[in-house]
């Protein structure tokens, strides 16, 4: 084939590639992952500032810090963003830096299309937040229930920030998903099977299945919505005939799902970084990895169970109900798994274990109070009230930011090159294990005793006064512990012990390569005998038999010889086009049209960027 | 993008075969593409739910019985399938490094394509200028303009990459080594035909 | 270092220990008896939920004792020693994999064949001779209208319902989707718009417990409060009775003058007052007076609160909907004196 014409020859120039502009054209895994993290991580400073705000408020009764409507703008933020913009993102640098890592492969599938995936993201994720600029922040939760979503409801541009935001958002999440499961399926080093990808590898493919098949119902709902406040149709307007709760079956088909898209890359963390530190292999690996496939599969039949108190009637709530309790049978036999992993093993407790044990120590507690309110009566007690916020911050943040923190600790010397500091690490964890428990512990008993959800203030006279005051102080305590990640992290940059190739002794091949790695990853790609394939190959199965054979030492002209894809800016370019396209509804039609062509041309140059020169053709 | 199936150990000096076809065997874009397909069966399913939802629940306005053109739609149905034909022609001449011929059935099939969007925009307008059906009439002219409105949308996006594609070949940058970007353009084009055929069933013909 | 480490790591479970445990204690003597407690029920439908939810708790409980216990145990026993060699290379056991799915199984079942016995059972239409109480609930932005068709009263905010008979709320939304729950006498149904939802239970306690709307519903969802008073049978009859006779006429200059303010002001294209106006956009205002609370159950339906409403009610409900009116400082006193006549 001819297309190797317009692949960088060589890495070295590659290489040399510095400063702004290299960073908006790259196309290398490793470096979009980086974007999404750094992202994200802002991000999530963003949705925890909001969150502390909120606290500040509810701290006593009566509070007058920030008005109602502030109040609801903060919330559906804080949700909007932790979930959009910080967790899944999150997850998405660890997606794009590990994975081809972890196969053995040089890059994703299509990697100008990751970069793209990135700039839809970043460019959603700003046009949500030029709402604060214009004064027009979302205001009706991050569910957007129809039809407090209706024009009559929601006049000014609030809503349509986040219809449209969510819309662009969601784009990034699917392109990325087509990306990464032809990654996965076809991009394996040689002799990784299906059974023998490691754990994060197949949790990763669950969550991209769950993201590209559980977008579209949310793409269909916003449309909807946008038809709704756009153009007169009435698909939520009770007085058109319409039903707002086609919203909620909609929303909840798309966010059931995307709940297991927030928590399986953190069990997927979590399955790497225990065998690693307890230097045995993930006890019943198959078994996990079939329970991360049912909880993905049970994820699309059970959305109903968030619309318990909205009245289906006895059959459809017993069906809904009996299904979200099965999902807890995978979910504890993943639980009891990893603690069967650590079972006779040397455990050694290093900060990225530390918060892989908080992890299943929070993530446990998340899961039970889940399993009370599957059975609807019970529901109808919990349901939009604080009972419910302890149970999915257990497990969202004593699940997903634990697990992910985890990953942080482990995977930090092998993207930077560094060590984070262990001690600062173990403060770390420490402060936010006290003050994640001091905030949302309190919760549950707050819930128990009648304190709903959404409320910007409550009377002084029902007993919620001094748990909620404790909450407040936890959330703080938490902010405290973000404090020192940071300091660490710029500690270790400035000073961290620099870290090698392998350096926990590892069991997964992206600890085959130097960190960080070099921009083709593996100078020679491996071969791959088993799961734990470094492992195998440095100290053999452990029952005699012979370690599996290490990959011969590179030449240097091989290594000169290895193409990578040069950089490009068309998937900056097209982002922003799209993005030009879409925030037009908001301002002039011409806007969408002028954007609408901007956004075919760059599709047209995107796709023939490869295609052969005119002077290859008729060869 | 350097697969993995590459070489096992040691050199890639010249890349033996296409950086597109990953372990499996298979083609990476064509797998995406699949993966597409997929995602947007969910896509179309979730608007046809919501047809369907609102099916017989419009407060005023005329009903789908009474503004269905099952003739003229039919004949839509038999453009879009024979295009479906033609596209295979067009692969099959293509794989065949028959450019001429291939390139001819490209554009026979954006051509129907057109045809079929022709139709459409005839009947969207009979409906809102004869039937005073328009998009905010009622919930079955906000479904199902919405949904077909979609479809056809997708089978124009469809009728421009085809025209590229004709383009191309016209100018002598498509031959046989690119039969995968034409097989990829086909799977998509059958696919919204598959659409259209279910969208067909259960909205016009099924009462 | 693992020494240090094996060190802190015992202190931390001690420590994590004593804090389980002093919480543990915490909870069993934290208030459970609060205004809107769920776990203290004063209904047969409460009592039902909350059989289940103890019976799932204790589950429950147990597990999360049989992991955490475990996690912090495995965790001591296997840390890692100096020198300690690489561990065996255990892959897995499928007696255990089959076992504790099977366990996990058997245990969902215990939680899942009451629930659904408990979910029928709290669905039931009432028996027509069972004689129940029909009150028509509509939740608007942001107050509760209560209508009780057979009675042929309307009221606002605060409903009224007898002890020891079968209560059936229909519950109807005219604007957006709000939820109606009063956490002592049981669990929340939304309220819909084109939608009868029905709350069916039978209160056993007299007494007064407040209710909140549980279902964001724009600005002031907060402020969407109100009350439910359960009265034994024979001082709910006075309290129909008493709902039931014409608005009474204001003694006293004040009050006279404060009663044709109302029909000069704006106040009658919203509100009804029996025989005087037929607003039906706000509350019915025609026994005002004998109610407890004032602006969904924000404040306690006293003189200089209601002045204070009338004023500015955007002060104290942001977002509401009755205007502010300009009034001046003897207009509302005047008007405060009538409508709190209206017993």
Request: charged share 10%; with cysteine.
């Amino acid at each position: 084939m001819a297309t190797h014409a317009a692949f960088m020859p060589g890495v070295g120039s590659a290489e040399a590639q510095t400063g702004l502009w290299s960073w908006i054209t790259t196309v290398d895994h490793k470096r979009i992952g980086i974007l999404y993290g750094t992202s994200a991580f802002i991000f999530f400073l963003i949705g925890g500032i909001e969150a502390l705000i909120m606290r500040l408020q509810l701290a006593v009764p009566d509070n007058t810090l920030v008005g109602a409507q502030r109040f609801n703008e903060l919330f559906t933020m804080h949700g909007t963003t932790m979930v959009f913009l910080a967790i899944m993102p999150l997850s998405a640098a660890f997606f794009n830096y590990m994975v081809p890592l972890m196969i053995g492969a040089r890059d994703v599938a299509f990697p100008r299309l990751n970069s793209l995936s990135y700039w839809i993201f970043l460019a959603g994720a700003l046009f949500l937040h030029a709402s604060f600029l214009v004064g027009a922040v979302p205001d009706a939760g991050w569910f957007g229930y129809a039809n407090l979503t209706s024009p009559q409801f929601a006049p000014g541009h609030h809503i349509d920030f986040w219809m449209l935001g969510l819309q662009i958002l969601g784009i990034a999440s699917m392109l990325a998903g087509f990306n990464f499961i032809v990654t996965i399926i076809n991009m394996r080093a040689p002799g990784m099977t299906l059974m023998r990808m490691p754990v994060f590898i197949w949790m990763t493919l669950v969550v991209q299945f769950l993201v590209v098949l559980a977008f579209p119902a949310i793409t269909v709902a916003l449309i909807l919505l946008m038809f709704d406040r756009f153009f007169g149709t009435m698909f939520y307007v009770p007085a058109g005939g319409g039903d707002p709760l086609l919203w909620q079956h909609l929303f909840w088909i798309f966010g059931h799902p995307e709940v297991y898209i927030l928590i399986l890359p953190a069990m997927g963390i979590v399955s790497e970084v225990l065998p690693t530190f307890a230097r045995k292999p993930l006890f019943g690996a198959p078994v996990v990895i079939y329970s991360g496939i049912m909880i993905g599969f049970f994820g699309f039949g059970v959305w109903s169970h968030h619309m318990f108190s909205v009245g289906l009637g006895p059959v459809a709530d017993s069906a809904f109900s009996i299904a979200t309790m099965l999902i807890a049978v995978p979910t504890g036999v993943k639980i009891l798994n990893w603690i069967g992993t650590l079972w006779g093993g040397t455990v050694r407790f290093t900060a990225a274990l530390y918060f892989s044990l908080g992890f299943i120590a929070m993530f446990t507690m998340g899961g039970l109070s889940g399993v009370m309110h599957a059975a609807p009566p019970v529901d109808l007690q919990q349901t939009d009230t604080y009972f419910v916020v302890a149970h999915f911050h257990y497990v969202l943040f004593g699940g997903s930011i634990f697990g992910l923190f985890s990953g942080m600790y482990y995977w930090w010397p092998k993207m930077f090159g560094r060590m984070l500091d262990e001690r600062l690490g173990h403060v770390h964890f420490w402060l936010m294990l006290i003050g994640f428990n001091l905030t949302f512990f309190p919760m549950h008993y707050l819930g128990l005793i009648g304190m709903p959800r959404r409320i910007y203030t409550y009377a002084p006279d029902l007993g919620w006064n001094f748990w909620n005051l404790v909450a407040t102080i936890g959330s703080f305590v938490i902010a405290l512990s973000i404090a020192v990640f940071i300091a660490n992290v710029w500690k270790t940059h400035r000073s961290g012990a620099v870290a090698g190739p392998d350096p926990w002794d590892g069991r997964t091949l992206e600890w085959a390569i130097p960190s960080p790695p070099p921009v083709y990853n593996f100078a020679a790609i491996p071969t791959v005998h088993g799961r734990d394939e470094l492992w195998l190959q440095k100290h053999g199965d452990g029952h005699g038999g012979a370690p599996s054979p290490r990959p011969p030492v590179p030449r240097a002209e091989d290594i000169a010889a290895i193409h990578m894809p040069p950089p490009s800016y068309w998937p900056i370019v097209l982002a922003i086009a799209m993005t030009v396209m879409l925030a037009g509804l908001l301002i002039s039609y011409t806007q969408v049209v002028v954007g609408g062509l901007a956004t075919l041309y760059c599709m047209y140059r995107f796709a023939m960027e490869y295609h052969r020169p005119a002077a290859e053709a008729h060869s | 993008m350097s697969g993995p199936a590459a070489g096992g150990h040691g050199a890639v000096a010249v890349a033996p075969h296409d950086p597109n076809i990953g372990t499996t065997g298979l083609d990476n874009r064509k797998l995406g593409m699949w993966i597409f397909l997929g995602s947007d069966c969910m896509f179309f399913g979730a608007l046809i739910g919501t047809y369907l939802a609102y099916k017989g629940k419009s407060l005023s306005g005329p009903g789908p019985h009474d503004v269905f053109n099952i003739p003229l739609t039919s004949l839509s149905a038999a453009v879009l399938l024979a295009s479906s034909l033609f596209m295979v022609l067009a692969l099959h001449d293509i794989q065949r490094n028959d450019i001429k011929h291939g390139a001819r059935w490209l554009l026979a099939t954006a051509l129907f394509g057109l045809w079929f969007v022709g139709n459409q925009v005839y009947e969207f307008a009979e409906f809102v200028i004869y039937y005073d059906l328009k998009l905010w009439t009622s919930l079955f002219g906000s479904s199902f303009f919405v949904l077909t409105g979609f479809h056809g949308a997708h089978v124009t996006g469809g009728v421009i990459w085809l025209l590229l594609l004709w383009r191309l070949a016209k100018r002598g940058l498509l031959d046989a080594r690119d039969a995968t970007k034409v097989e990829i353009a086909g799977l998509y084009w059958h696919f919204v035909d598959i659409v259209w055929i279910a969208i067909f069933t259960v909205i016009y013909l099924i009462p | 270092m693992s020494r240090r480490l094996a060190r802190g790591l015992s202190t931390v479970s001690l420590l994590l220990a004593i804090a389980t445990l002093v919480s543990a204690c915490g909870l069993v003597g934290w208030p459970w008896d609060t205004p809107m407690t769920t776990v203290r029920p004063k209904s047969d439908f409460g009592r039902l939920t909350h059989d289940l939810f103890m019976l799932i708790s204790w589950w429950t409980l147990g597990i999360f004792i049989v992991v955490e216990a475990g996690l912090v145990y495995v965790c001591w026993r296997f840390r890692d020693r100096p020198g300690a060699p690489i561990p065996t290379q255990v892959h897995g056991h499928t007696a255990l994999e089959i076992g504790w799915t099977v366990a996990f199984a058997v245990i969902l079942l215990i939680i899942g064949i009451p629930t659904i016995r408990i979910i029928f059972k709290t669905q039931e239409a009432p028996a027509a001779s069972l004689d129940p109480l029909r009150i028509d609930v509509a939740g608007r932005q942001w107050w509760w209208e209560f209508n009780y068709p057979a009675l042929k009263i309307s009221t606002a905010n605060e409903v009224h319902v007898p002890a020891g008979r079968v209560v059936d709320f229909h519950l109807n939304a005219p604007d957006v989707i709000h939820s109606f729950w009063t956490p002592q006498l049981g669990g929340k149904r939304d309220v819909v718009p084109r939608r009868v939802n029905r709350l069916t239970m039978t209160p056993d306690t007299p007494g007064e417990y407040p209710g909140q709307c549980a279902e964001y519903c724009g600005e002031s969802h907060a402020n969407m409060r109100f009350r439910v008073v359960v009265h034994a049978k024979d001082d709910f009859d006075r309290w129909v009775a008493a709902q039931l006779a014409p608005p009474v006429e204001p003694e006293g200059e004040l009050a006279q003058q404060g009663k044709s303010l109302f029909t000069q002001l704006p106040c009658v294209g919203c509100h009804a007052i029996r025989g005087l106006s037929g607003g039906a956009i706000g509350p019915d205002l025609t026994h005002f007076g004998s109610r407890r609370t004032l602006a969904s159950a924000i404040l306690p339906n006293t003189a200089p609160n209601l002045e204070r409403w009338l004023v500015n009610p955007e002060l104290i409900k942001p977002g509401v909907l009755m205007p502010n009116l300009g009034l001046s400082h003897d207009q509302a006193k005047a008007l405060t004196a009538y409508l709190l006549s209206l017993k």
